[in-house]
Nanobody
């Protein structure tokens, strides 16, 4: 079992920045991690992912809507994955969920989920 706890959400004006954090309970290095989001009235969508540690090349992937603005990273010493969000737009407003899989890369239907953290961007 992997327990995930997010933090760092909040309210910001358009153009601003936020950093989300997700701390995993255990075996952090062996899990692929990522972020999804769900806006009101919309389906949950993929945002970003990072491969598990120990691979020859750490892989990241991003949704087209956030490329160039968001950066995902991980700190294995702290069992934490981060999502740095810059140049935020009102359409980024959503509940952001941390996700994990016991795999090299995150699947489209992750096994483990955090409770979510709200991000609100005002124009």
């Amino acid at each position: 079992q992997v327990h995930l706890v997010e933090s760092g959400g909040g309210s910001v004006q358009a153009g601003g920045s936020l950093r989300l954090s997700c701390t995993a309970s255990r075996t952090f290095g062996s899990v692929a991690m990522g972020w999804f989001r769900q806006a009101p009235g919309k389906e949950r969508e993929f945002v970003a992912a990072i491969s598990r540690s120990g691979v020859s090349v750490l892989r990241t992937s991003y949704a087209d809507s956030v490329k160039g603005r968001f950066t995902i990273s991980r700190d294995n010493d702290k069992n934490t994955v981060y999502l740095q969000m810059n140049n935020l737009k009102p359409e980024d407003t959503a509940v952001y969920y941390c996700a994990a899989d016991r795999a090299t890369v995150l699947t489209t239907t992750p096994t483990y989920w955090g409770q979510g953290t709200q991000v609100t961007v005002s124009s």
